[in-house]
């Protein structure tokens, strides 16, 4: 089945240490975000990819980075984790037609990684 | 700029009863589109049903279906015959240009 494949899971990482999550997708979609989700709250748009221009939010703390290599796999990665980093970071896709610049794309979720930082 | 109000932290219903979620929204944008999205505990977030802002008819998908007002920017989630399975936070949210911005959602229970 075509899915959104996040590992690991549960990752935990220490203050400071670097970290990085993993994203791929069997949709060919050509658009991935990562959201970051703290206990209780709504999910957070952090930055996505549309192929491959990068396009970060404007409150997206510089600590927080991303790579595309290729159409099926993302990467998050953290600098230095912090405390208030520890959240579940989500992956999405979807499929945006080319020169529409507002249109229905779903964003189908991975199952997310839930990070503790120690 | 878009903004979604999920007033409801918490709701319970009765399994087999009908409950109704609200969801407010607020957006600049002419054309955009309505989600409620489910996330059990523990696993990953599915869309639930979705809305055409342009579309008056109000969406349906089994016993979910949509009360749309646009002109009061209301877009709230009946579930109809609550179901165990039904129990999880549900997030409504609006899309304009790409961007998906959430309310800070409603964590549903279903008393047997």
């Known amino acids: 089945d075509a899915m959104v494949i996040q590992n690991p899971r549960y990752q935990v990482t220490q203050f400071g240490k670097p970290v990085t999550l993993s994203c791929s997708q069997t949709l060919n979609h050509n658009v991935m975000y990562w959201y970051q989700q703290k206990s209780s709250q709504a999910p957070k748009l952090l930055f996505h990819y549309y192929d491959k221009d990068f396009n970060n939010e404007a409150d997206t703390p510089d600590n927080f980075q991303s790579r595309r290599p290729n159409t099926s796999f993302c990467f998050l990665d953290i600098r230095s984790p912090g405390l208030g980093d520890a959240a579940m970071y989500l992956c999405?896709?979807?499929?945006?037609?080319?020169?529409?610049?507002?249109?229905?794309?779903?964003?189908?979720f991975g199952p997310g990684t839930r990070l503790t930082v120690l | 700029a878009q903004t979604v109000t999920q007033s409801q932290p918490e709701m319970s219903v009765q399994e087999a009863e009908t409950v109704t979620l609200s969801c407010t929204y607020d957006t600049s944008e002419s054309d955009y589109y309505l989600f409620w999205y489910k996330q059990p505990p523990s696993r990953q977030m599915i869309l639930v049903i979705r809305?055409?802002?342009?579309?008056?008819q109000n969406a349906t998908e089994n016993r979910f279906s949509v009360n749309f007002q646009k002109a009061a920017k209301s877009f709230s989630l009946k579930i109809s015959d609550s179901q165990l399975g039904d129990a999880a936070m549900y997030f409504c949210a609006s899309q304009g240009a790409q961007k998906l911005v959430f309310g800070q959602g409603t964590r549903l229970t279903i008393n047997p």
């Open positions: 999405a896709t979807s499929r945006l037609p080319i020169g529409v610049p507002s249109s229905y794309n779903e964003q189908f």
């Open positions: 809305q055409e802002a342009y579309k008056q």
